[in-house]
């Protein structure tokens, strides 16, 4: 979503808004590098991710309210999301819950099977309810990419 966003963002706005965007940008660089020092001492590598999550949020949500303002309140980036998120959401949480409540690093061999089959499942459930929502779309690339190979 933040490259896309901001691509748009980029290639629509008019000379000031540009300036705005950049400024906001060296604004959320400048929030990124504090975040960044500060969750790496405290939390390592997981600490790098929230500071990268808090800076991908913050970058997102600007180019969101510019995209609003530009279509006057008509787009909706809950629309942009893909037929099955809401199963690719509570599939994460239940390969977390797995992974917390079954996984046990001492025991990994007889406790991986467990979580895989979880996981599998999981996965398998996500992409039927993707395939299901975006079959159309989705025919589309593959008539797209048969298309292409006839011409080369």
Not at 30 to 45: E, H, M, R
Not at 62 to 90: D, H, M
Not at 98 to 114: A, D, G, V, W, Y
Request: one cysteine or more; charged letters at 15%.
């Amino acid at each position: 979503m933040n490259g896309t966003s901001e691509a748009f963002l980029h290639s629509v706005a008019n000379e000031n808004q540009l300036k705005q965007s950049n400024n906001m940008l060296l604004l959320f660089s400048a929030i990124y590098t504090v975040l960044n020092v500060a969750f790496i001492k405290s939390a390592g590598a997981v600490g790098l991710i929230a500071a990268n999550s808090v800076n991908m949020l913050l970058r997102i949500s600007y180019s969101a309210v510019f995209i609003n303002e530009y279509f006057k309140g008509s787009f909706s980036f809950y629309r942009c999301l893909p037929a099955g998120w809401g199963v690719l959401l509570i599939s994460g949480l239940t390969t977390a819950f797995s992974e917390r409540m079954f996984l046990n690093r001492n025991r990994f061999k007889q406790t991986l099977p467990i979580h895989m089959v979880i996981g599998i499942m999981c996965l398998g459930f996500s992409l039927l309810e993707i395939y299901r929502g975006e079959k159309q779309f989705l025919m589309s690339i593959v008539k797209s990419l048969k298309g292409h190979d006839k011409h080369t």
